[in-house]
């Protein structure tokens, strides 16, 4: 199972929107709406930003939204503030009954 | 509050096998649990998972044949073992919890704080 596709980097002021792809085929991404999308900063484990592709879990900032069209799916961050800059990582569930994760965008505020 | 606790750090030679253990506390040991692991540098990666409450395991390809899930219902906690480590297994292991919110998502919350695996002769 290849890895999904993202950008490696993404990089914006504070207080804009940035949006982060995630391309798959019609076997993961495309096949079921279980897309989740996680936050990782230096040295710490991943968390849970949003799931199910549009949903977020209890405590995480409404700044943060999902969608997917396709075999594509993406993570906007809104009104970018200074603690979003980590690595983000996108996966899915697969036809295959496995997961996959994508190869990773690093999110830099300028 | 679902937390995950892991066992410290492992230094292993190339050829041996490593036992990670992964408790449980906060809620009724009835989870899907996941592990994944995360090389240096690199994205996570889905290695299986295991029904605590009755045992089913599923396992990436991948590492079919030199991995195992376990589970002691009794101690709340799962373990994973992986055989015949070579340098390319060097990461930190993870434990994760399948998310739930009024049913199950296929995604992994919370995580545990990861065991790093070091291979070297």
């Known amino acids: 199972q290849s890895a999904l596709t993202q950008p490696a980097s993404v990089s914006g002021s504070p207080g804009q929107s940035i949006t982060i792809s995630c391309t798959g085929t019609?076997?993961?991404?495309?096949?079921?709406?279980?897309v989740s999308w996680y936050q990782q900063h230096p040295g710490r484990a991943p968390k849970l930003m949003i799931y199910?592709?549009?949903d977020r879990p209890s405590g995480v900032s409404n700044r943060f939204s999902g969608s997917k069209s396709g075999s594509t799916a993406s993570l906007t961050i809104s009104g970018l503030q200074a603690e979003d800059e980590a690595d983000y990582y996108c996966?899915?569930?697969?036809?295959?009954?496995?997961?996959?994760f994508g190869s990773g965008t690093k999110v830099t505020v300028l | 509050q679902v937390q995950l606790v892991q066992s410290g750090a492992e230094v292993k030679k190339p050829g041996a096998s490593v036992k990670i253990s992964c408790k449980a506390s906060?809620?009724?040991?009835?989870?899907?649990v996941h592990w994944l692991r995360q090389a240096p540098g690199q994205t996570p990666e889905w290695m299986g998972w295991?029904?605590?409450?009755?045992?089913?395991?599923k396992y990436s390809q991948k590492f079919q044949g030199r991995f195992t899930i376990t589970r002691d219902t009794s101690a709340s906690t799962v373990y994973m073992e992986l055989s015949s480590l070579r340098s390319e297994d060097m990461a930190i292991y993870y434990c994760?919890?399948?998310?739930?919110?009024?049913?199950?998502?296929?995604?992994?919350?919370?995580w545990g704080q990861g065991t790093l695996v070091t291979v070297s002769s």
């Open positions: 994760a919890t399948e998310y739930y919110s009024s049913t199950w998502h296929y995604c992994f919350d919370p």
């Open positions: 019609s076997s993961d991404v495309g096949a079921y709406d279980y």
């Open positions: 199910d592709v549009r």
């Open positions: 906060g809620y009724t040991f009835n989870y899907a």
């Open positions: 295991i029904n605590a409450a009755n045992g089913d395991t």
């Open positions: 996966s899915s569930y697969t036809s295959s009954s496995t997961h996959v």
